[in-house]
């Protein structure tokens, strides 16, 4: 069964840092990998996905992450942290079945 | 608004009550599916629907809980004698034939069992 691992319960950068939140994931099959961001009290929202074209993906708020297939990571970045950013971010992977399984969360907190 | 909707957005309940849960998908989803989140935790599945039809449930769920989605719209899901264990935010999730496995959420209902 597919699974991710997220590298780091709680990241903090400051207001303009890089951001990098690594997840690596194991699948048998090639998987479609997620980035979720969660707000206190809310439901998750989608800021990238990769679903098998190109390995740099762009998603909204600045976010990028790259599919590495040699190191199975799926790492997200952000050139310039804002203080809007801090969130709980998820990693997710789902195979041709459509169970997703996520990751235990990276809580994101930016310094100004 | 389009998006999926969940009801009640908060429910607090003593030990041993029985409360339901209400998700509406996104409508030409076929697919539905539940979740718990319990604090500091990622989603954990529950169960799914396609259609009207339970494909998969996870043995999170027990013989309490019960999911129901009657005529493959909107769906529900009970737990039964609530236990303060069962205290969690419950997503759910919608999914359509194009949507690249992407998985639409809910803003959850978080339970709290007193």
């Known amino acids: 069964a597919q699974s991710v691992t997220q590298l780091g319960s709680h990241v903090s950068v400051s207001e303009g840092a890089l951001v990098l939140l690594r997840c690596n994931y194991s699948?048998?099959?090639?998987?479609?990998l997620f980035w979720y961001v969660q707000y206190p009290n809310q439901g998750l929202q989608l800021l990238l996905k990769?679903?098998?074209?190109?390995?740099l993906v762009k998603g909204i708020n600045g976010f990028e992450a790259e599919f590495k297939k040699s190191e199975t990571s799926f790492h997200l970045t952000k050139p310039s942290a804002h203080m809007s950013d801090a969130a709980e971010y998820f990693c997710?992977?789902?195979?041709?079945?459509?169970?997703?399984?996520f990751g235990a969360g990276t809580r994101l907190t930016v310094k100004p | 608004d389009t998006g999926v909707s969940q009801d009640p957005r908060h429910k607090i309940t003593k030990r041993g009550q029985n409360v339901t849960f209400r998700c509406d998908p996104i409508?030409?989803?076929?697919?539905l599916y539940w979740y718990r989140q319990t604090l500091g935790q990622g989603p954990e599945f529950l169960t799914y629907?396609?259609?009207?039809?339970?494909?998969?449930k996870s043995r999170l769920l027990s013989d309490r809980f019960s999911a129901e989605r009657p005529k493959g719209s909107f769906s529900t899901l009970e737990i039964q004698r609530t236990e303060q264990g069962d205290s969690a935010m419950y997503l759910c999730?919608?999914?359509?034939?194009?949507?690249?496995?992407?998985?639409?959420f809910g803003p959850g209902t978080r339970l709290t069992v007193l």
């Open positions: 699948s048998s099959v090639p998987p479609y």
């Open positions: 990769y679903t098998s074209a190109a390995t």
């Open positions: 409508s030409e989803h076929n697919r």
């Open positions: 997710a992977v789902s195979v041709h079945n459509n169970d997703m399984r």
């Open positions: 999730a919608s999914f359509g034939l194009n949507s690249y496995n992407e998985q639409f």
């Open positions: 629907f396609q259609n009207e039809a339970q494909l998969e």
